[in-house]
């Protein structure tokens, strides 16, 4: 059976890269569909609601208009092909050395450059890792605290991987929100938008050292260094992927969700190939645990395109607001994001949802500012929710609940994070407008 699940993923992966033939949006559909339904006795309650409410939607879709099937199936497929890819990558760098190196080596040095390192160092594992990065750096936590127990050193650290993580989706041009958001903007630049909360996420990481517990300053950590030529390697992967995906998008003009999906995928056959020359058979990695990812992923890219189509209809793309009504709007997106979280939805859902609805009618001119809002509204809730899964997988780890290492703990850095995003969307939303 687990065999089937992972065919299946790499089923969807193929469709998502041949998304332009015809079928291929159908055929990746029922690809995530099958690998959910036979993964379900081994799914969270959470993934479970979710695609349950997509085959809702799928019902109520086939009811009232056939065409709104063809159009979510091609979201779901569009988008469960770049978080298959990310995670394929994610599963061939996890065992590289250099990695590891780096990993160990965020760790040491005295409380305040080993909270930024951790923090700044996961902020870019995170960026071909993804939720890898997690699971990554925190397997080093928690050894720390099977070792020697629960600590000041570990809770700061949890605080750091979580706030590192939790900023990707604000930059990181390979994350899902940076995708999903110029997919639905399509007037919208990536290095327009990257250019902006980029800085942003920066500050927001620099704003968490002054919400952490205070540690003695002779406590240091481990003295393991990584080496200049481990980050040059890891920073040289990272940048050919996004070159690849500046190639794909600008040259090809391929889709961003589709150029990201590419450019992970050029990169784990180039690591195969060198492997191969190296002596060194690959075998593609199993991907039979993804039930849950796919479930989330593909069910809340299926809701949020039903329904805002549905609404879109409603309103003919025009919704007659007055003109101060759109930085009203998107001062309102990133509390959006953060108290949808807080009840369990899905960034992805949200995201879909808001830049689906909002994103045909917003003024044209001012769009970087509803960008702007959704990225920094994305990230801000991925490490301050409790149902983020980046929390959820720390949990796991260490054992600190969710609910205190990503609420209870970064509350305050939370809501002045969100404060001054609402801010700086509605002062470009006046501006550009």
């Known amino acids: 059976m687990s065999t089937l699940r992972s065919a299946l993923a790499y089923v969807a992966l193929i469709a998502a890269v041949l998304a332009t033939l015809p079928g291929m949006a159908f055929l990746g559909a029922v690809a995530v569909s099958m690998a959910v339904s036979l993964g379900w006795q081994d799914m969270r309650r959470v993934p479970r609601a979710v ?3 997509a085959v809702l939607a799928m019902a109520f879709a086939f009811g009232r208009d056939p065409g709104l099937v063809e159009g979510a199936a091609g979201n779901m497929t569009r988008l469960a092909g770049l978080i298959l890819s990310v995670m394929l990558l994610s599963s061939v760098l996890a065992g590289s050395r250099d990695l590891q190196r780096i990993s160990s080596s965020l760790f040491s040095g005295k409380p305040g ?3 930024a390192s951790l923090a700044f160092g996961t902020a870019l594992v995170s960026v071909p890792l993804n939720f890898g990065s997690v699971a990554v750096v925190g397997s080093l936590i928690s050894e720390r605290i099977r070792r020697s127990g629960d600590s000041v050193a570990t809770r700061n650290s949890t605080r750091a991987v979580l706030r590192g993580f939790g900023v990707s989706p604000i930059w990181s041009p390979l ?3 940076v995708a999903l958001t110029l997919t639905l903007l399509p007037t919208l630049g990536g290095a327009q938008l990257i250019g902006l909360s980029l800085p942003f996420a920066m500050l927001v990481l620099l704003a968490g050292f002054l919400w952490r517990e205070p540690e003695s300053q002779l406590e240091t ?8 030529a481990a980050w040059l390697r ?3 992967i990272i940048l050919g992927i996004c070159i690849g995906v500046f190639l794909f998008s600008h040259v090809y003009e391929f889709s961003y969700a589709r150029s990201v999906t590419l450019s992970c995928l050029a990169a784990v056959i180039i690591g195969w190939g060198l492997s191969f020359a190296g002596g060194h058979t690959p075998r593609p990695p199993t991907m039979a ?3 849950n990812e796919l479930a989330i992923v593909g069910g809340s890219a299926f809701i949020g395109s039903v329904i805002s189509a549905v609404v879109l209809g409603q309103v003919n793309g025009d919704m007659g607001l007055p003109g101060w009504a759109w930085p009203v709007l998107a001062a ?9 979280g807080l009840a369990g939805a899905n960034p992805i859902l949200t995201g879909t949802l808001i830049g689906g609805i909002l994103g045909p009618a917003w003024p044209p001119g001012a769009v970087l500012g509803l960008g702007f809002a959704m990225v ?6 991925a490490f301050g929710t409790p149902f983020a899964a980046n929390a959820l997988i720390m949990e796991r780890l260490t054992g600190y609940r969710a609910r205190d290492a990503s609420l209870r703990w970064s509350l305050a850095l939370s809501l002045i994070a969100l404060s001054a995003a609402s801010a700086i969307a509605a002062g470009l939303t006046v501006w550009l407008a």
């Open 51 to 53: 695609f349950a409410v």
């Open 113 to 115: 450059t080993r909270y």
């Open 175 to 177: 994350s899902i929100s």
């Open 221 to 228: 950590g481990s003295a393991d260094t990584a080496g200049a």
């Open 234 to 236: 890891f920073g040289g």
């Open 289 to 291: 645990n993804v039930s």
């Open 332 to 340: 309102l997106v990133p509390w959006s994001f953060f108290l949808a």
């Open 376 to 381: 920094t509204g994305w990230g801000i809730t």
